[in-house]
C-alpha cells in the first residue's frame, strides 16, 4: 500500500539553504539558470532537474559545482513554466501530474539550449546530466540526440524507457543500493540489456546503502555513514564529463 500511496519515492531530502551563484536568463521560450566558470571555455552541461523543478537549490548548487569544475552549466525549465511538484502536494495526484510532465518530450527544448549555448556561450562540446526525472531524460536524449557528447542519468527512472538500449554516445548510470522506486532487478536487467545492445562505453554503478537522490538531496554533513558516497558519486560524475567532453 505504501508504494500506492507515494508512487515516487522523491520526498524533499535535505533542501540545502544555497542561493546560487549564476543568473537565471531567457532561453528561447523558457527560463534557464546559468553558471560560467572563470576562465573561457567552449565545454557545457546541460543539467536537467528532478520532479522540484529547475528553482531548486540543491540542483543549482550541483550546476555551480560543474562551472568550477571548468563547464559552462545550463539547469533549464524543462517543465515549461507549469509548477514543479511540491512536497506538499497530495502523492494520490502525483501519476496525474507527471503524465503531463514527459521526460520524453524534452527534445524541443534541448534544441533551443544546444542553439543558445553554441551562439550565445561558444560552446561545442556539450554534454548533459539528469536526476530522477531528469535521469530518464537523459537516456531519451542519449538513444536519439546526435549534438551530445556524453551523458550522466542519476536515479534515472528505468521503467520510462526500459525497452531502449541503443544508446548514441558514453553514458553513466548511478544508482543508490536502497533507491525503493527503482529496484536492483532493475538496475541488473538494465545491465544485461546495454551489454546485448549498446555500441558505446557505459558504465552501471550502485552505490552502497544510498537511497533515491543521494547525490543531490543528501547534505554531507548529517550523516557521516552517508558523506563519502555522496562524494564518490559527485566525482563520478565530473570524471566521466571530463573523459567525454
Known amino acids: 500500500m ?3 500511496s507515494r508512487p515516487c519515492p522523491c520526498d ?3 533542501q540545502f539553504d544555497y542561493g546560487g551563484r549564476g543568473q537565471e536568463v531567457q532561453v528561447g521560450h523558457i527560463k534557464a539558470y546559468v553558471c560560467k566558470p572563470s576562465a573561457s571555455t567552449d565545454k557545457a552541461v546541460i543539467v536537467i532537474h528532478d520532479i522540484f523543478g529547475w528553482q531548486l ?10 562551472a568550477t569544475n571548468g563547464y559552462i552549466a545550463i539547469c533549464p525549465d524543462f517543465f515549461v513554466g507549469q509548477e514543479a511538484w511540491k512536497p506538499s502536494n497530495d ?8 503524465k503531463t510532465r514527459d521526460a520524453g ?23 548533459v546530466i539528469g536526476f530522477c526525472w531528469g535521469g530518464a531524460a537523459v537516456q531519451h536524449l ?28 558514453p553514458t553513466f548510470f548511478i544508482f543508490g543500493e536502497k533507491d525503493n522506486i527503482i529496484p536492483l532487478e532493475q538496475v541488473t536487467m538494465l545491465e544485461q540489456k546495454l551489454k ?23 547534505r554531507e554533513d548529517i550523516n557521516p ?10 566525482k563520478d560524475m565530473i570524471n566521466w564529463l571530463n573523459k567525454y567532453i
Request: with cysteine.
Open 225 to 234: 555513514q552517508d558523506k563519502p558516497y555522496i562524494e564518490e558519486g559527485r
Open 2 to 4: 505504501a508504494n500506492e
Open 91 to 98: 502523492w494520490a495526484t502525483f501519476d496525474d501530474w507527471v
Open 142 to 169: 542519449m538513444l536519439k540526440n546526435p549534438h551530445l557528447k556524453t551523458g550522466v542519468s542519476l536515479y534515472g527512472v528505468i521503467s520510462r524507457f526500459e525497452d531502449k538500449h541503443s544508446l548514441l554516445h
Open 57 to 66: 537549490p540543491n540542483t543549482r548548487y550541483i550546476a555551480d559545482m560543474l
Open 105 to 127: 518530450k524534452t527534445d524541443k527544448e534541448v534544441d533551443v539550449v544546444l542553439k543558445y549555448l553554441k551562439d550565445q556561450c561558444g560552446a561545442k562540446k556539450i554534454g
Open 196 to 218: 546485448q545492445n549498446c555500441k558505446v562505453d557505459y558504465e552501471v554503478k550502485i552505490y552502497p546503502g544510498q537511497t533515491h537522490g543521494f547525490v543531490h538531496r543528501k
Open 12 to 14: 524533499i531530502g535535505d
